[in-house]
């Protein structure tokens, strides 16, 4: 049965608790361009992170028309500790704390597309798989520790702890089997996850997800399952 998440914005604050449920076959569906409607996901650690790998699968027609955010994990240290980025005529930029690296793509194909980001503090070494195939490592932020309590958006780039959202960058498609690790997943883990294994994600976990939702945002069957 068709899910329908509509949580309506109104002058008076409303505070929703996080859902929590397997959504191993569903996706977000964000059905138009919009400043008002994304999905907030809670980890499930709070520690710091000196290490992560984040996967996810996207669809979406935007990538030869404008720019938009496919991943913003912002803390109260960096709007942008974490952040993953489609960048029109560019490709992915992919930040770490602010500073970012872009890895150079002209376009998306018009199908689900897989990725699979990963840095590590010791190092300072990021990795961009993107449906399978990596892209060359770069170096980013070599020392440093992506804080904690962090907001965690889908469908919209935080250019605030939480908000300040800008519809021309916000996401119109679909997003699921969002994952985090709190270690980089070697390429044989990667490839594991491209063909739909899961590998017990310990910081999100889209087989045990909690999120909320703001605005228009529809919950559909996947369409890569």
Known sequence: MEKLLWCFLTMISFSQAFGHEDM???????????DTSYVS???????????????????????TVRSFSIFSYATEKSYNDILL????DKGYHFAVGGPEVLFTVSEIPQAPTHICASWESATGIVELWVDGKPRVRKSLNKG?????NASIILGQEQDSYGGRF???QSLVGDIGDVNMWDFVLSPEQINAVYVGGTLSPNVLNWRSLKYKAQGEVFIKPQLWS
């Open 24 to 34: 191993s076959t569903w996706a977000f569906v964000f059905p138009k361009v919009s």
């Open 41 to 63: 996901l809670e980890a499930e650690s709070k520690e710091p992170l000196n290490a992560f790998t984040v996967s996810l699968r996207f669809y979406t027609a935007l990538s």
């Open 85 to 88: 980025f489609w960048t029109k």
């Open 144 to 148: 440093y520790t992506v804080w904690t």
């Open 166 to 168: 800008d519809a021309k």
